[in-house]
């Protein structure tokens, strides 16, 4: 194998040790030249040992910490990686990627995590459990309720990621699983790793990362998945072929290990009917077709490849893309001019070719000439370059291999439709992808593809005049949105928000009496035991709050005046408030009523105490009901009790509060949440 001083070795980290290459590496070339630029991979890597530490070490201490824990250790990973993110850069061009493409993967990753890690200290608690759904009451009066929560799995997470983006492919799926609190095995694909090692290395040398929370393999992975159990997860990003492979492991299906795919996909975009040439629709179409052509050298899993237009703007958008194409500079990705740079090897360039070839016996090739285009400051028959490819396919209904053939590259397929309900056909012919894409400034158009091919596709992107300026591409995959999709595209899904966080999670019912699924959940339920009420919880920092305080004030009378005041002062003299006589002729009255306003602000009144202390504000309210009629003589009392807290950062946190106000007889009138900001 030559060395020499920029050649590298590619190490694995495993149960705590950096290990170096040996028997069984693979090399790995560089996209621009072709020249071995570094090994990865050693037969003899323990796998089993890499396991047991991530399942005794990495999970139990990453168990121990709380969401919010876990989500500040993510961010602080985030910004850590930011400081470092040139090296990433300076790496990432040997893949064939210029700088736009590592704002991509480098900076994309980044911010995924970040993403991540908000969404963990807003929407999840700051505890062990997450808490899905609201409680349910399974017996009659109230002592037997059911609630589902989520813990983290006990076992590791085993990423197995695609060439592409060797660092968000790795941050999109690693931030959701240590927020889980699950560790990670990293094997992202070969030949690229040497990306993924380098920023594996900065995160371990960042500190923040507790003991085997994160390992990587790089080069083979041995037979790793024969040893995973039902605590493991198991989530792949690459090709079908693989996918199938390893998914029919009989060992992961025996042993029901969560298995993850996402896969390549043949996505689509549609030019609305309405977006005739001459429309901001139509040139924004051109504009999205062409960057997803040419971003990453159309190595992207969720870049068009089949591109419906309506049969008689056929030729005006063939026109519109090969002009923006003609102008594409190709070249070597370290150039400033650069547009497009490489794919990422001579086996990927020959793949796509092959690819290409099959696609062309269905479809005509009108732009791209694979054997003659002009690269700049590059050998083309060294390095793994090659020109946009556009075919147009004319007969789209009788046609296979345009709707199933993923060439991972600079290419792409026109064709036409009759109306949308072809397009529409021929949309959910890709049998499953992971984006499709439709430009319409038209209401109905966009119902009637959503109706009738969402279930094909994981995402849906709808782009017209208004959202142009802030959308985000066809392409970009965002942390709050769901990844994945049906079918051809793998089945699985990924980010979402905290549902990405969930697929590393088990899903628990829980049922009990109202004391025990308060102890379980840190969420005070409704029946559970109700705790001191001195001195008044006004009065008490966050910290000295406990779940489950309770005041109860009251009672006070409603009286006629009370109402009249109400609805001068504030203008609301709905007839249910001022007239008996209409009040009573509706279904809901007995004749004139309290407003429900009036009665909240009454609860405040009762509840509130008044001196300045630890409560900085009220910042709302929740899941409000009025749940029966107050007429004036009823006198109603008030229960407050403390729900949850979620600290919001060091000076003051998040109490949830909830609130019962009752009438003389005992009944509910009225129930909410009430939101506060209390200092510690
Ligand atoms: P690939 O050849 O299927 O490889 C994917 C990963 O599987 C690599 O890490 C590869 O490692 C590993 N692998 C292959 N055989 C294995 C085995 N027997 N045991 C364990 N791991 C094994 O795909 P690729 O060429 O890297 O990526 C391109 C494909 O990925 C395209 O089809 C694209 O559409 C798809 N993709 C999908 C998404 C998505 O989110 N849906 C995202 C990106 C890419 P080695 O490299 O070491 O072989």
Not at 16 to 33: L, T
Not at 212 to 235: E, P
Not at 239 to 253: D, G, I, V
Not at 575 to 595: I, L, S
Request: proline content about 6%; hydrophobic content about 40%.
């Amino acid at each position: 194998m030559p060395k020499d001083a920029a050649f590298r070795d590619i190490h694995s980290f495993a149960a705590g040790q950096w290990v170096a290459p040996a028997a069984g590496a693979r090399r790995i070339a560089s996209a621009i030249d072709g020249e071995v630029i570094a090994c990865a991979g050693n037969d003899a890597l323990d796998v089993q040992s890499m396991l047991a530490y991530a399942r005794e070490r990495g999970g139990p201490a990453l168990r121990k910490l709380t969401f919010h824990d876990r989500a500040r250790m993510l961010k602080a990973l985030a910004l850590h990686l930011k400081e470092h993110r040139q090296a990433l850069y300076d790496l990432s061009f040997d893949t064939g990627a210029i700088q736009s493409d590592h704002l991509i993967d480098v900076d994309g990753g980044i911010g995924t995590m970040l993403v991540i890690a908000s969404k963990g200290r807003r929407e999840m608690p700051d505890g062990h459990a997450y808490l899905d759904g609201p409680v349910e009451q399974l017996g009659r009066h109230g002592h037997f309720m059911g609630r589902h929560i989520a813990t983290p799995l006990q076992g590791a997470a085993v990423h197995i990621n695609a060439f592409n983006f060797p660092v968000w492919g790795m941050l999109e799926k690693l931030a959701p699983t240590l927020l889980a609190g699950v560790p990670a095995i990293v094997k992202p694909a070969t030949a690229t790793c040497y990306v993924t090692e380098a920023c594996v290395r900065i995160m371990l040398d960042s500190g923040l990362l507790p003991e085997g929370a994160l390992q990587l393999v790089t080069g083979g992975l041995g037979d790793m998945l024969d040893h995973l159990d039902c605590q493991d997860v198991v989530s792949f990003t690459g090709s079908a072929e693989t996918a199938l492979k390893l998914r029919a492991n009989p060992l992961l299906l025996e042993r029901s290990t969560r298995f993850m795919a996402e896969q390549d996909s043949l996505n689509a975009s549609v030019l609305g009917p309405d977006a005739t040439p001459g429309t901001p629709e139509f040139d924004l179409f051109v504009k999205e077709v062409h960057r997803e052509m040419t971003a990453k050298a159309g190595q992207k899993c969720t870049a068009i490849r089949r591109i419906m237009v309506p049969q008689a703007s056929v030729d005006a958008v063939i026109a519109a893309v090969k002009e923006r194409l003609s102008k594409i500079q190709i070249g070597d990705p370290r150039r400033e001019t650069t547009q497009m740079g490489a794919l990422v090897s001579i086996g990927q360039k020959r793949d796509v070719l092959k690819k290409a070839a099959l696609i062309e016996t269905e479809a005509e090739r009108v732009f791209g000439d694979p054997d003659a285009f002009a690269v700049d400051g590059a050998d083309t028959t060294k390095g793994a370059f090659l020109p946009p490819m556009l075919f147009h396919c004319p007969e789209p209904d009788t046609a296979l291999r345009v709707h199933d053939t993923e060439a991972f590259g600079p290419v792409a397929t026109v064709m036409g439709y009759r109306d949308l309900d072809h397009a529409i056909a021929l949309l959910n012919r890709g049998q499953g992808s992971l984006v499709a894409s439709i430009i319409t400034n038209s209401g109905d158009v966009a119902r009637e593809v959503a109706m009738s091919s969402a279930a094909f596709h994981g995402r849906l992107y709808f782009n017209n005049r208004t959202s142009m300026k802030e959308a985000t591409g066809h392409g970009a995959p965002l942390p709050h949105m769901v990844h994945g999709g049906p079918g051809r595209a793998g089945g699985g899904e990924e980010l979402g928000g905290v549902r990405g966080v969930l697929h590393y999670m088990q899903r628990t019912a829980i049922q009990g009496s109202p004391d025990i699924l308060t102890a379980i959940s840190n969420h005070w339920v409704p029946g559970a035991q109700e705790k001191s009420d001195k001195p008044h919880p006004f009065a008490r920092s966050f910290a000295k709050i406990d779940i489950g305080d309770t005041l109860h004030a009251g009672p006070r009378t409603i009286t006629l005046e009370d109402i009249e005041t109400f609805a001068h002062f504030t203008g609301d003299t709905f007839y249910a408030h001022m007239d008996d006589k209409a009040a009573a002729a509706n279904p809901f009255f007995p004749g004139r009523v309290a407003h429900g306003y009036l009665l909240l602000s009454f609860a405040a009144g009762l509840f509130v105490q008044p001196d300045p202390g630890p409560v900085l504000a009220n910042t709302g309210l929740d899941n409000l009901r009025f749940m029966a009629p107050v007429q004036p003589g009823d006198a109603i009392s008030v229960r407050l009790t403390v729900k949850a807290k979620t600290p919001r950062n060091e000076e003051y946190g998040e109490v949830r509060w909830h609130v019962t106000l009752t009438n003389q007889e005992g009944a509910a009138v009225a129930e909410y949440e009430l939101l506060t900001m209390n200092a510690f």
